[in-house]
């Protein structure tokens, strides 16, 4: 599966802009309940305004809130967004953490937003598991559990470490353009002759 995907999607790549790992930390905090799309088009503003973590450290919540508004529950995404650019600076010198454990003791970061920080901007071992990576490794037959953590857990040894942010990429990238919650497209799936689920 995993050669698979990445015949099919070989430049896979997060669809968060992003120039380093502050601003794809801030974007994936922002991402929650909304689409990458949605995020790109609040993202320009935040980063000109706050340009890194000791500027968003000190930002005006109602002014960050007025920012983030459309990308939905805006009040407590601009508390996470200064809360964890205060944690930064305080904590970690200015610079974002690199280690798991650090990421997630910022406000509004659990272990997918660290995956993809790890993954994508620090190039080290990471597999986010979202909603997408979630539904597809249950079609798939992969895991039957369904909390996110402990299939992270589960998929890990499966593939190989420096491997596993594409791996993910590549199955939310699937699940947005070919298995479809609603209107999966088996017949073009070049997974469906191994999946369980599959309708072709």
């Not at 454990?101 to 990471?126: F, H, M, Y």
């Not at 986010?128 to 299939?151: A, F, Y």
């Not at 919650?181 to 599959?198: E, F, G, I, K, Q």
């Given at each position: 599966?995993?050669?698979?995907?990445?015949?099919?999607?070989?430049?896979?790549?997060?669809?968060?802009?992003?120039?380093?790992?502050?601003?794809?930390?801030?974007?994936?905090?922002?991402?929650?309940?909304?689409?990458?799309?949605?995020?790109?088009?609040?993202?320009?503003?935040?980063?000109?305004?706050?340009?890194?973590?000791?500027?968003?450290?000190?930002?005006?919540?109602?002014?960050?809130?007025?920012?983030?508004?459309?990308?939905?529950?805006?009040?407590?995404?601009?508390?996470?967004?200064?809360?964890?650019?205060?944690?930064?600076?305080?904590?970690?010198?200015?610079?974002?953490?690199?280690?798991?454990?650090?990421?997630?003791?910022?406000?509004?970061?659990?272990?997918?937003?660290?995956?993809?920080?790890?993954?994508?901007?620090?190039?080290?071992?990471?597999?986010?598991?979202?909603?997408?990576?979630?539904?597809l490794t249950r079609l798939l037959g992969i895991t039957t559990d369904d909390d996110p953590v402990r299939v992270e857990l589960e998929l890990n040894p499966m593939v190989p470490a420096a491997e596993r942010g594409a791996f993910s990429l590549r199955l939310i990238l699937h699940g947005r353009r070919v298995c479809v919650a609603r209107r999966p497209a088996c017949d073009r799936c070049?997974?469906?002759?191994?999946?369980?689920?599959?309708?072709?």
């Amino acid at each position: 599966m995993h050669r698979l995907l990445a015949e099919e999607y070989p430049d896979a790549e997060c669809e968060l802009d992003h120039r380093d790992a502050f601003e794809l930390l801030a974007a994936t905090i922002l991402s929650a309940q909304c689409t990458d799309a949605r995020v790109n088009q609040v993202t320009p503003v935040l980063f000109e305004r706050y340009p890194d973590a000791p500027a968003l450290a000190v930002a005006d919540p109602e002014d960050v809130e007025g920012i983030v508004r459309s990308t939905g529950f805006f009040r407590s995404k601009a508390a996470n967004l200064i809360g964890m650019a205060s944690a930064i600076v305080d904590r970690f010198g200015g610079e974002v953490p690199s280690s798991v454990a650090d990421l997630t003791s910022l406000p509004g970061v659990g272990r997918k937003t660290a995956n993809v920080v790890r993954s994508v901007a620090l190039d080290l071992p990471g597999l986010p598991v979202d909603t997408h990576v979630l539904r597809l490794t249950r079609l798939l037959g992969i895991t039957t559990d369904d909390d996110p953590v402990r299939v992270e857990l589960e998929l890990n040894p499966m593939v190989p470490a420096a491997e596993r942010g594409a791996f993910s990429l590549r199955l939310i990238l699937h699940g947005r353009r070919v298995c479809v919650a609603r209107r999966p497209a088996c017949d073009r799936c070049v997974l469906a002759w191994m999946c369980p689920s599959s309708g072709a």
